[in-house]
């Protein structure tokens, strides 16, 4: 069995609430910085790596490939090695996709989701960039993928924060690591669409920036299927919500949260 993924807890003083964090694609723990003192104050906080990421770049994983089912998977363990039993979900952007198969896997265990940048459908153009991502990766070099990625999706000067802390973050991932994930991309549609249509009664929130370009228009589709579902636009902002307006962020994640009254 792999090791548990490395994960940090923030406890709250009554609070019996968790709230399980999920960053996205180069990130790690490190990204969640301008959430954890206002989440905390109201949730327990968990807050992981995924494979490769963060801490966990620092050993190497026994999976040879990897698949959105694994990954959520590998998440549950920490879940359960705390034997928590159910849990809120926040993701953002991959993160808001692993927090959806997760709920997929255990829709009982999952009292909300909140998914930021939220990544539900592709549009035709963004198909063929993952259908192309290894190919494209093996020619121009993976981190210039990664960084060719984060200008695609954050492209104006003030998601610049944004791309700064992406790329940043990424640099721990080693060449292997950014094969296997650039490799599972190519399964993204399939899985996107297959999470699209399953229904849960599960509550969700999705904050949304006004300027994501890529994402915006699917994920008011998305909501619009479900009447379990909201959807917050933040104005002025992109697609990494939580690091371009944390205050607005925290504040809709702990509103919606605590107004659901569990």
């Not at 923030?10 to 910085?33: C, P, V």
């Not at 698949?67 to 979900?89: A, C, G």
């Not at 994930?181 to 399939?190: E, G, H, V």
Request: with cysteine.
């Amino acid at each position: 069995m792999s090791q548990v993924l490395y994960h940090e807890i923030h406890l709250h003083q009554s609070s019996q609430e968790w709230l399980l964090m999920i960053h996205g694609a180069g990130g790690s723990t490190r990204t969640w910085k301008r959430q954890i003192e206002d989440l905390n104050q109201h949730f327990n906080l968990l807050v992981v790596d995924l494979p490769g990421h963060g801490q966990n770049a620092r050993t190497q994983s026994l999976d040879a490939l990897y698949t959105f089912e694994k990954i959520s998977s590998r998440v549950w363990e920490v879940v359960d090695e705390l034997k928590i039993q159910k849990i809120h979900l926040l993701g953002v952007s991959l993160g808001a996709i692993i927090a959806l198969d997760m709920e997929l896997r255990h829709p009982d265990r999952v009292k909300s989701l909140v998914l930021a940048g939220a990544i539900v459908r592709l549009d035709n153009k963004l198909k063929v960039i993952a259908n192309m991502s290894l190919t494209l990766a093996k020619l121009i070099g993976y981190r210039a993928f990664y960084k060719m990625a984060a200008f695609i999706a954050l492209p104006r000067k003030n998601h610049r924060t944004s791309r700064e802390v992406f790329i940043r973050e990424s640099k721990a991932l080693s060449i292997e690591e950014f094969r296997k994930w650039t490799k599972m991309y190519r399964t993204l549609n399939k899985t996107l669409n297959e999470l699209f249509l399953k229904a849960t009664e599960v509550p969700r929130l999705l904050l949304m920036g006004e300027q994501d370009h890529l994402f915006l228009k699917p994920a008011l589709d998305y909501i619009a299927k479900r009447r379990n579902g909201l959807v917050t636009v933040i104005p002025r902002c992109g697609h990494v919500v939580n690091i371009e307006r944390p205050q607005e962020f925290n504040l809709n994640c702990i509103k919606f949260i605590e107004d659901l009254g569990l």
